[in-house]
């Protein structure tokens, strides 16, 4: 980081400025080189892991709905048991457009996708957020268990317990189809799709919204003291974290070619805000180092040594809450602090 | 006379289930109540007192009653050793935190169980004299249903009197309503914390030993009822013994009713239920305000 002075800067009229938490502030959202690693990361497992790229597409549909909880839990504090909810909505709207031949378009259908599953959290939403606590966690779950029962109920529509198999995806821009073989389509699709997300997730949390949210997050009687709205911007919030979560569960429906009733299962609710705790909640990266550190365990373990792996992953959990509250992400942080420290004095 | 029998009946049956909800929730409820502490884990309890009674009995040959007592006393004494160990961490640290660690309980009793005892559901044999049915004057009725229930009764007039005519049960009151002052006056509430803890637990053992008989008893138990046991406790109210006994009487009933009648996601109206009954009273039907 320069130690020059930033000039321009709107603060200095305060005097402030020159200060060295002030230069951070200003300087907060900026890009780092760092955060390029992820992107060449997801570039170089295209050509050096061609054979695992539908392990890659799930993982980036993790990672988005990861991030998604993120919004809604990490940033502005919103506990949730329930988000597979907006993940299932976004999954049935593709499946049920796909498998009744009325729209297979994938990317007007992921905002429908976006759309429906939105709705379903500004509705929510609206209701939900009075409450906190105990009370809130049970009504998120309650919300999700009500889909899923209604989507098991219209068995006519939905498929009931097996689900809608098979779906017909158009192909992207008419040109790319989507082959269950060889997922080369899927993998670069849901990468663009990630990224875009990605980018306005970022520009999101470091927006004057996104800085009451952590207000809101921090101290909710301060943020209602200084006359915040915090109720809208909670909700709104809500809402968007359930459209980007439609979106995951979009691409996880049109990438599978299916969906079932686990879209709206309490094991992915779970899953995903383990995965989220795991990489770290509220520091934008979480969910990346996250998914990718519980997917790859998953994927190599779980098939081999089902019941080790929930062992481990119990353990694991324990360890997490007990010591690591920050995730791999704040520890690593906290060693490289540590680390930085020591070198400073010797 | 028919419909008024079969109404009976149904109702017998519902009452039943709704008081192995009871026995299992009612510890969850008041430990909650008492330190807000958000335990997922107590299905888990619950699992494993249903596994050592199951056990106890086909394998070591002890009798109901030993079972039950041994599932009580080892569930017990396992979640003392938890609370001390991992519980007392967390009571001050966030609700995530708190479920996150009990989750990673869940996982590890689920996997345990697994690897310890194996995959498949374990099958409850009930004593004789409990197995056949009961002539009630008007109708006959299984044995083992008009027992939960006379037993559920016993335990909610129990623990009521235990709650209202005895030191420690006002001490419990006072925390519940309001922690910060109960600590002022010199009540040690982390030895109370542990001591319900402990029975709540037990309880939950009790529940899952008396309820393997139809809620079934294989490692995805823990998971399986957690929905069912956090309503009945939300619904019923934090910290309020009668409020959850009434709402798992009533949950258990309805669940009994709409299965019968609706099996195909006849639950949706528990779900709706519940999440009405919450938005109109966020502390449950028969918690208090938190201060």
Redesign the interface.
Known sequence: MSTKAVPTAPATSVGHANHPAARDLIARHHLRWWEALPWLAAGAFYFVFHDYLGFGTSLMITILFALSLDLA?GYAGI?T?GHAAFFGAGAYTVGLLAFHNIWTEPITSLMLAALAAAAVGFVSGL?LL??Q???L???T???M??LQ??A??A?DYTG?FDGLPSLDIAPVFGVFEFNPLYPDTQYLYTLAILFACFVFIRTLIYSPFGQSLTGIRENLLRMHAIGAPVRRRLVVCYTISAALAGIAGGLWAQTNAYVNLSALD??RA?TV??IL?LGG?GRLYGAFVGAAAYMALEHFLARIYP??W??G??????V???YA?NGILGLSEVLWRRYRARRATS | MNAAIDFASILLGGLAAGTVLFIVSVGLSVT?GLM?F?NLAHGAFAMLGGYIIVLAMNRAHFGFPVALALGFLGTAALSVVLEQS?YR??YR?G???????T??????????L??LVGPQSQPLQLPPELGGQINLGFMRYRTYSIFLIGVGALIVVAIWLVFERTRIGAQIRATVDNRRMAESLGINVDRLFTITFAFGSGMAALGGGLGAEFLGLDPQYA?KY??YF??AV?VGG?GSVVGVYYASLLLGTLDFVLKLYLP??G??FI??L??LV??WR??GLFGRKSA
């Open positions: 839990l506990i048991l209701v009075r409450t606590g105990l009370t966690l049970m009504l779950l309650c919300t268990a009500l029962e209604s098991n109920m068995h009931g309490l094991d779970a805000l383990i705790i909640y019941t080790a929930q062992l992953l119990g353990l694991l959990l324990v997490v809450a007990l509250q | 909650m807000g958000v991992l961490r967390l640290a609700e995530l935190d708190q479920v996150l660690l989750i990673g309980l869940i996982f590890i009793f689920m996997a345990t697994t690897i998971l957690l929905v956090l309503i939300s934090l195909k996601g639950t949706i779900y709706v519940t999440i919450l938005l966020p502390q």
